[in-house]
Nanobody, 123 residues
Framework: QVQLVESGGGLVQAGGSLSVSCAAS????????MGWFRQAPGKEREFVAA????????YYADSVKGRFTIAIDNAKNTVYLQMNSLKPEDTADYYC????????????????WGQGTQVTVSL
């Protein structure tokens, strides 16, 4: 089992920055990728970014490319998502996820999930 606990998030004005982090514990050795997804009210959960735990390859949704940065500290078993130039459409609950298999942008490919943290971007 793997436990994921997100922290950070909150309220920020458009154009501002925010960072969220996810601390993993348990049998993390078997996880190859860590990812961030988000879900806005009334919408489906969508892929935001992912990182390979070994080697650090990163993947981003087109909607956040150039504005968001995902990073990992394997010593701390923590993955970070730095969000810059935030827009109102970035408002959502952000979820951390861990996958045993190779990279995928599909939420169905992730095995473990955090409880989510809310990010609200105001005009």
């Amino acid at each position: 089992q793997v436990q994921l606990v997100e922290s950070g998030g909150g309220l920020v004005q458009a154009g501002g920055s925010l960072s969220v982090s996810c601390a993993a514990s348990g049998r993390t050795f078997f996880m190859t990728h860590m990812g961030w997804f988000r879900q806005a009210p009334g919408k489906e959960r969508e892929f935001v970014a992912a990182i390979r735990r070994s080697g650090g390859s990163t993947y981003y949704a087109d909607s956040v490319k150039g504005r968001f940065t995902i990073a990992i500290d394997n010593a701390k078993n923590t993955v970070y998502l730095q969000m810059n130039s935030l827009k109102p459409e970035d408002t959502a609950d952000y979820y951390c996820a861990a996958a045993r298999r190779g990279f995928s942008s599909s939420f169905q490919s992730y095995d473990y999930w955090g409880q989510g943290t809310q990010v609200t971007v105001s005009l």
